[in-house]
C-alpha cells in the first residue's frame, strides 16, 4: 500500500541553533537543541527536560503509609505503575508478602492499567505519524487528525477499550486515576463476583481490540514499504546498547514481579539481579543542562553518550523487554512476538533488535499480552477470595520493583521506628531511558538535517526518536544536586520545622 508522505520539501536553516520547543505528543515537557557546524551539518543534538519535580525530597518527612497515594501523583498517564511499584516497596517496609489473591488483584489491576497506557500511547501520540506521515502539517498530526484519517467507527472503539480499561481500575483501585488500593500485605477491598463478570467481558473484548490493533499496525505500517525501511534502517533510529527487564524464572517477560535481566549488544547475559540490589548496578549521572538523571550500569561505568559495549547505558520499556527476554507466556502474544522476530531474521537481524522505532512494534504486542493476563486472571474464581490482606510488621527499609509501561520503576523508601520517611529513591522508566533517547535524536538528527536543509516533517523525525520511548517527564525529574536555587521546608503537623532543604 502506499503511505502518506514521510519527506518534503526542505528549506535553508538561517542559524546554526535549531531549538524544538516544546516538545510534542508526549507526557510532561521538554525540548530539543540542535546545533549545526559550518557546513550546515549536526554537530550535536540534545534532549533537554527543563521541568522539575522534586518528588524524592518533598515525600521525606511523611507518613511512609502515605507514599503511595503521594507517588502516584507524579503523572497522570502511569500514576498506577506508581502506586504498585510504592505498594511493593511498603510490602518491603512492612515485611510481608501479599496474600495470593491479594497479589492476583494487584496483577488484574495492572493489566488493566497497560491496556490503556499502551493504547493511549499508539492512538493518540504515535499513531499520527504513521497514520497521516511525519510530514503532514502540525494542526493535522494528532489524535482528530488520526480518527479523520481511519474513520469515527475505529476512533469510538479506541476510546471504548481504554474506557473498559479505566473501568477495571476503578473497581479495584477505587479511582481510575490516582488508585488507593494498595496496602502493605495486600488490597483494600475484595473483588465481587459480579464485577468479576463485568471485567471478564471487557477483557475479552480488550483482546479482540489487540487483535485488531495488531492487524492495523501490519496494514498502515509493515506492509508500507516506506515505513518498514525507517524502521529497520540503521541510519536515523538505531543504537546498539545493553537492555533490561523484569523477566520470570524462565526468563520470560513479566511486569509485576521476577528478576531484572541485563543483556549486551549481542543478546548475551550480561548481569541478573533481584531488584533489592539495584544499587549495585545502576548508577545515575547528571549533567548540568538537564533536570533528569541519567541511568548507566555502575559494573560497565558512565562513559558519555555513546553506544557500544563499552558503555553503560542500557535501554528499557518495550523493545528492551522483547530483547531482555524469551518472549511471553501468553499464546497469541508469543505468536506475536515470534512474528516479529521472523520479519527482522528475514532482514539479517538475529541477535536483539537495535531498531529504535521497533519500540512501537513491541508496544502493541504488549497490548495482548496484558488483555490475555486480564482476561486469563478475571476468569479465576479464586481472584474473589476475601483474604486479600496479610498482617504487617515494624517498620523500616523497602524496595518496590515493577516494569511500567515505559520500563523498569523502582521505588526505595527508608521509614524510622514512627514509620515517617526518612529517605526516597526513585529510579523511574524514563530516567532509565534518558541516555539513549540523548543518543536517538543525536543520530536522528545528524541522519536528516544536513547541508542547511530543514522542514517541519525532518524536524517531527528528529522527535520521532524520543516519542519511541513513550517518555514521561513528569515522572522522570527530580533533583540535580546543588544546582536548584530552591529551599524546601517539611513541616510536623504542629507547623515545626521538620526538616529544611536548600538547593536540593
Given at each position: 500500500?502506499?503511505?502518506?508522505?514521510?519527506?518534503?520539501?526542505?528549506?535553508?536553516?538561517?542559524?546554526?541553533?535549531?531549538?524544538?520547543?516544546?516538545?510534542?505528543?508526549?507526557?510532561?515537557?521538554?525540548?530539543?537543541?540542535?546545533?549545526?557546524?559550518?557546513?550546515?551539518?549536526?554537530?550535536?543534538?540534545?534532549?533537554?527536560?527543563?521541568?522539575?519535580?522534586?518528588?524524592?525530597?518533598?515525600?521525606?518527612?511523611?507518613?511512609?503509609?502515605?507514599?503511595?497515594?503521594?507517588?502516584?501523583?507524579?503523572?497522570?498517564?502511569?500514576?498506577?505503575?506508581?502506586?504498585?511499584?510504592?505498594?511493593?516497596?511498603?510490602?518491603?517496609?512492612?515485611?510481608?508478602?501479599?496474600?495470593?489473591?491479594?497479589?492476583?488483584?494487584?496483577?488484574?489491576?495492572?493489566?488493566?492499567?497497560?491496556?490503556?497506557?499502551?493504547?493511549?500511547?499508539?492512538?493518540?501520540?504515535?499513531?499520527?505519524?504513521?497514520?497521516?506521515?511525519?510530514?503532514?502539517?502540525?494542526?493535522?498530526?494528532?489524535?482528530?487528525?488520526?480518527?479523520?484519517?481511519?474513520?469515527?467507527?475505529?476512533?469510538?472503539?479506541?476510546?471504548?477499550?481504554?474506557?473498559?480499561?479505566?473501568?477495571?481500575?476503578?473497581?479495584?483501585?477505587?479511582?481510575?486515576?490516582?488508585?488507593?488500593?494498595?496496602?502493605?500485605?495486600?488490597?483494600?477491598?475484595?473483588?465481587?463476583?459480579?464485577?468479576?463478570?463485568?471485567?471478564?467481558?471487557?477483557?475479552?473484548?480488550?483482546?479482540?481490540?489487540?487483535?485488531f490493533t495488531l492487524n492495523l499496525f501490519n496494514d498502515l505500517v509493515l506492509k508500507n514499504?516506506?515505513?518498514?525501511?525507517?524502521?529497520?534502517?540503521?541510519?536515523?533510529?538505531?543504537?546498539?546498547?545493553?537492555?533490561?527487564?523484569?523477566?520470570?524464572?524462565?526468563?520470560?517477560?513479566?511486569?509485576?514481579?521476577?528478576?531484572?535481566?541485563?543483556?549486551?549488544?549481542?543478546?548475551?547475559?550480561?548481569?541478573?539481579?533481584?531488584?533489592?540490589?539495584?544499587?549495585e548496578y545502576i548508577g545515575e549521572h547528571v549533567e548540568p543542562w538537564s533536570y533528569e538523571?541519567?541511568?548507566?550500569?555502575?559494573?560497565?561505568?558512565?562513559?558519555?553518550?555513546?553506544?557500544?559495549?563499552?558503555?553503560?547505558?542500557?535501554?528499557?520499556?518495550?523493545?528492551?523487554?522483547?530483547?531482555?527476554?524469551?518472549?511471553?507466556?501468553?499464546?497469541?502474544?508469543?505468536?506475536?512476538?515470534?512474528?516479529?522476530?521472523?520479519?527482522?531474521?528475514?532482514?539479517?537481524?538475529?541477535?536483539?533488535?537495535?531498531?529504535?522505532?521497533?519500540?512501537?512494534?513491541?508496544?502493541?504486542?504488549?497490548?495482548?499480552?496484558?488483555?490475555?493476563?486480564?482476561?486469563?486472571?478475571?476468569?479465576?474464581?479464586?481472584?474473589?477470595?476475601?483474604?486479600?490482606?496479610?498482617?504487617?510488621?515494624?517498620?523500616?527499609?523497602?524496595?518496590?520493583?515493577?516494569?511500567?509501561?515505559?520500563?523498569?520503576?523502582?521505588?526505595?523508601?527508608?521509614?524510622?521506628?514512627?514509620?515517617?520517611?526518612?529517605?526516597?529513591?526513585?529510579?523511574?522508566?524514563?530516567?532509565?531511558?534518558?541516555?539513549?533517547?540523548?543518543?536517538?535524536?543525536?543520530?536522528?538528527?545528524?541522519?536528516?538535517?544536513?547541508?542547511?536543509?530543514?522542514?517541519?516533517?525532518?524536524?517531527?523525525?528528529?522527535?520521532?526518536?524520543?516519542?519511541?520511548?513513550?517518555?514521561?517527564?513528569?515522572?522522570?525529574?527530580?533533583?540535580?544536586?546543588?544546582?536548584?536555587?530552591?529551599?524546601?521546608?517539611?513541616?510536623?503537623?504542629?507547623?515545626?520545622?521538620?526538616?529544611?532543604?536548600?538547593?536540593?
Amino acid at each position: 500500500m502506499s503511505g502518506p508522505k514521510v519527506f518534503e520539501e526542505t528549506h535553508k536553516s538561517d542559524s546554526k541553533r535549531i531549538t524544538i520547543d516544546p516538545i510534542t505528543r508526549l507526557e510532561g515537557h521538554g525540548k530539543i537543541e540542535i546545533f549545526l557546524n559550518d557546513e550546515g551539518n549536526v554537530a550535536q543534538a540534545y534532549w533537554q527536560v527543563p521541568e522539575l519535580r522534586g518528588f524524592e525530597k518533598f515525600c521525606i518527612g511523611r507518613s511512609v503509609d502515605e507514599l503511595n497515594k503521594i507517588t502516584p501523583r507524579l503523572c497522570g498517564v502511569c500514576p498506577g505503575a506508581h502506586h504498585l511499584a510504592a505498594t511493593k516497596a511498603l510490602d518491603g517496609v512492612y515485611n510481608v508478602e501479599p496474600t495470593e489473591t491479594g497479589k492476583k488483584l494487584r496483577e488484574l489491576f495492572y493489566a488493566a492499567h497497560y491496556v490503556h497506557s499502551h493504547i493511549a500511547h499508539f492512538y493518540a501520540l504515535a499513531a499520527a505519524d504513521f497514520v497521516l506521515g511525519p510530514a503532514a502539517p502540525a494542526a493535522q498530526r494528532n489524535i482528530l487528525g488520526v480518527v479523520d484519517a481511519v474513520g469515527v467507527e475505529i476512533g469510538g472503539e479506541v476510546i471504548k477499550h481504554r474506557s473498559y480499561a479505566q473501568k477495571v481500575q476503578e473497581i479495584l483501585g477505587g479511582k481510575a486515576t490516582h488508585p488507593v488500593c494498595g496496602v502493605p500485605g495486600g488490597m483494600s477491598k475484595p473483588l465481587e463476583e459480579d464485577d468479576r463478570v463485568k471485567i471478564e467481558g471487557w477483557a475479552n473484548s480488550m483482546v479482540d481490540f489487540a487483535t485488531f490493533t495488531l492487524n492495523l499496525f501490519n496494514d498502515l505500517v509493515l506492509k508500507n514499504q516506506q515505513y518498514l525501511d525507517i524502521i529497520a534502517s540503521k541510519d536515523i533510529y538505531y543504537n546498539e546498547t545493553y537492555y533490561m527487564g523484569l523477566v520470570d524464572k524462565d526468563n520470560k517477560i513479566n511486569f509485576y514481579d521476577g528478576t531484572l535481566r541485563v543483556v549486551d549488544q549481542k543478546g548475551n547475559e550480561k548481569f541478573k539481579f533481584h531488584p533489592n540490589d539495584y544499587l549495585e548496578y545502576i548508577g545515575e549521572h547528571v549533567e548540568p543542562w538537564s533536570y533528569e538523571k541519567f541511568c548507566f550500569m555502575k559494573k560497565v561505568g558512565w562513559n558519555g553518550f555513546t553506544d557500544g559495549p563499552e558503555s553503560g547505558i542500557y535501554r528499557c520499556a518495550p523493545l528492551a523487554r522483547i530483547n531482555a527476554s524469551n518472549g511471553f507466556t501468553t499464546p497469541l502474544a508469543q505468536q506475536a512476538y515470534e512474528g516479529m522476530l521472523g520479519t527482522f531474521k528475514d532482514i539479517g537481524v538475529t541477535g536483539p533488535i537495535h531498531n529504535t522505532m521497533a519500540y512501537h512494534w513491541a508496544r502493541v504486542i504488549e497490548m495482548m499480552h496484558a488483555a490475555e493476563l486480564l482476561r486469563d486472571l478475571a476468569q479465576d474464581k479464586s481472584i474473589t477470595s476475601k483474604d486479600i490482606k496479610a498482617p504487617a510488621g515494624e517498620p523500616g527499609e523497602g524496595i518496590g520493583c515493577i516494569e511500567a509501561p515505559r520500563g523498569v520503576l523502582i521505588h526505595h523508601y527508608v521509614a524510622d521506628e514512627e514509620g515517617i520517611t526518612t529517605d526516597v529513591n526513585l529510579v523511574v522508566g524514563t530516567t532509565n531511558n534518558n541516555a539513549p533517547i540523548n543518543l536517538s535524536v543525536r543520530q536522528a538528527a545528524k541522519a536528516l538535517i544536513k547541508n542547511w536543509e530543514v522542514s517541519p516533517g525532518l524536524l517531527n523525525m528528529v522527535e520521532m526518536a524520543y516519542r519511541a520511548y513513550d517518555p514521561c517527564n513528569s515522572c522522570a525529574t527530580h533533583s540535580l544536586p546543588g544546582k536548584m536555587p530552591i529551599k524546601a521546608v517539611v513541616r510536623n503537623p504542629d507547623g515545626s520545622v521538620y526538616q529544611e532543604i536548600q538547593n536540593f
